[in-house]
């Protein structure tokens, strides 16, 4: 699978823009994260585009979100590793993280939301200024973003990051896309 033929079957399967987007951002902090830890950029990359390619199909239904999403990932040619981070990034299913892919997906999944928020809420409603500072001062702010889980984020330790460092590759990934993103 290459990447076109992700972003095809993407859009193939999710017509929220919002959702697209969001794969695209976690798509964008997964390639940066991987070239950090020199893993394989292609495979995190993908991983990230694909992880919610499900969620219109699964309707809300979270106990076949991301089985059904790793089951079209596979379809589509993805690695035995993907599938089980996508599969593994619902923690509803209790399949253990295992991998660095597992824990990055996992941990950066909610991120997105946070950083898009707190673009939002600019007076010019974009990532450019954006600082990690302020994205921290959000994070602690439970009622902002509230769908984020900051627990979740916070598992940026377990692929040896602190927060701080996690949200600045972050932003940084997601403000190359900017224009992707509309932000
Ligand atoms: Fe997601």
Do not use: Y
């Not at 017509?15 to 987007?21: D, I, R, T």
């Not at 309707?59 to 035995?80: Q, T, Y």
Request: contains cysteine.
């Amino acid at each position: 699978m290459d990447r076109k033929e992700a972003l095809d079957s993407v859009r193939a399967n999710v017509e929220n823009e919002n959702l697209v987007k969001h794969m695209l951002a976690t798509e964008a902090i997964m390639r940066t994260l991987a070239r950090h830890f020199g893993e394989d950029e292609e495979e995190w990359g993908l991983a990230g585009l694909l992880h919610d390619i499900d969620v219109e199909l699964t309707d809300g239904d979270m106990s076949s979100h991301s089985r059904l999403g790793a089951d079209l990932a596979r379809e589509l040619g993805a690695s035995e590793s993907m599938a089980h981070a996508i599969l593994a990034h619902n923690e509803q299913h209790g399949v253990p993280l295992e991998t660095k892919l597992d824990k990055a997906l996992f941990c950066t999944d909610p991120l997105t939301g946070l950083i898009v928020a707190a673009a939002l809420v600019r007076p010019d409603k974009k990532l450019a200024g954006l600082e990690v500072s302020s994205i921290k001062k959000r994070f602690k702010e439970k009622s902002f973003a509230a769908g984020a889980s900051r627990e979740q984020i916070a598992r940026c330790v377990d692929i040896g990051l602190e927060l701080d460092e996690f949200i600045g590759v972050g932003l940084e990934a997601m403000k190359g896309i900017a224009e992707d993103l509309g932000l």
